[in-house]
């Protein structure tokens, strides 16, 4: 057992050696990666980010007036049951 682990432990070391190793070559290629994917990426059009805005700004509004309900709705609800469970 206990050579099993020395063995394990020397692959190991070796294992971060060549890590260390190949560190310079994996870091350049991953920034080669990155080039080639941020060649690919497009910038929107003026009226592709007025039209995304418009829905943003809508749905914000959207969801807050459901929330603003629905909280209203649940506020009364506890409210009442508090009136009616204190003045028993």
Do not use: C
Not at 55 to 71: E, K
């Amino acid at each position: 057992m206990a050579k099993l682990a020395a063995a394990s432990d020397a692959k190991g070391m070796s294992n971060i050696g060549e890590q260390i190793k190949s560190w310079p070559q994996r870091t350049m290629s991953f920034y080669s990666d990155i080039r080639t994917e941020m060649k690919k990426v497009t910038t929107p059009s003026r009226k592709e980010v007025q039209a995304t805005t418009l829905v943003v700004i809508i749905t914000v509004f959207l969801f807050g007036a459901y929330f603003a309900v629905i909280d209203k709705v649940i506020g009364t609800g506890v409210d009442s049951l508090l009136r009616y469970f204190t003045h028993r």
